[in-house]
T-cell receptor, first 113, second 112 residues
Framework: DQQVKQNSPSLSVQEGRISILNCDYT??????FLWYKKYPAEGPTFLIS?????DKNEDGRFTVFLNKSAKHLSLHIVPSQPGDSAVYFC????????????FGKGTHLIIQP | DGGITQSPKYLFRKEGQNVTLSCEQN?????MYWYRQDPGQGLRLIYY???????QKGDIAEGYSVSREKKESFPLTVTSAQKNPTAFYLC???????????FGPGTRLTVL
């Protein structure tokens, strides 16, 4: 029973355009959401996070949107750059994160020149 | 140089042998976590520890054991009871009062 779902295993976007990665969750207790970027054979790198009291958080080229009623969040990357090609994981937690993070299966983003 | 160290990067073991994966951090973080990643899958939580000398099972703890004798160290032992030990193992830490976890570089364990 997956509590965090990333339904697109891969996404191809042209360089300079916007990349939109989606994530859905089922557990209404989740109150903090994170996006990680991962290259093969490396540990995930934290990108951006959002608390459930907000609906948007922005950091440079990265913006995360949260729609609590739909239990949906998305990561926008604009403009997309070749170095953005990686696997992106959505993660969620509740109660301060003491019990660890619940991850989606990831979306492989490919930026085409 | 602050960070999370996992060693070795690649590890090979014969079936039936126990193996211990190292995770060391000098970030002064209270909480430490072990995850495993399989191809095409997300990360799944094995064990975690919020303070020294205390740890809890995660979602897939069977066949694994941990210890937390020092704040800086959280070794994971993959025992012979773990049916599918071949995977990429990731250690993470956080300050305990924040939800943002930071990950080490990972150890690829292959059981032959």
């Amino acid at each position: 029973d997956q509590q965090v779902k990333q339904n697109s295993p891969s996404l191809s976007v042209q360089e300079g355009r916007i990349s939109i990665l989606n994530c859905d969750y089922t557990n209404s207790m989740f109150d903090y959401f994170l996006w990680y970027k991962k290259y093969p054979a490396e540990g995930p790198t934290f990108l951006i996070s959002i608390s459930s009291i907000k609906d948007k958080n922005e950091d440079g080229r990265f913006t995360v949107f949260l729609n609590k009623s739909a239990k949906h969040l998305s990561l926008h990357i604009v403009p997309s750059q070749p170095g953005d090609s990686a696997v992106y994981f959505c993660a969620a937690t509740s109660g301060g994160g003491a019990d660890g993070l619940t991850f989606g299966k990831g979306t492989h983003l490919i930026i085409q020149p | 140089d602050g960070g999370i160290t996992q060693s070795p990067k690649y590890l090979f073991r014969k079936e039936g042998q126990n193996v211990t994966l190292s995770c060391e951090q000098n970030l002064n973080h209270d909480a430490m976590y072990w995850y495993r990643q399989d191809p095409g899958q997300g990360l799944r939580l094995i064990y975690y520890s919020q303070i020294v000398n205390d740890f809890q099972k995660g979602d897939i703890a069977e066949g694994y054991s941990v210890s937390r004798e020092k704040k800086e160290s959280f070794p994971l032992t993959v025992t012979s009871a773990q049916k599918n030990p071949t995977a990429f193992y990731l250690c993470a830490t956080d300050r305990g009062s924040t939800d943002t976890q930071y990950f080490g570089p990972g150890t690829r364990l292959t059981v032959l």
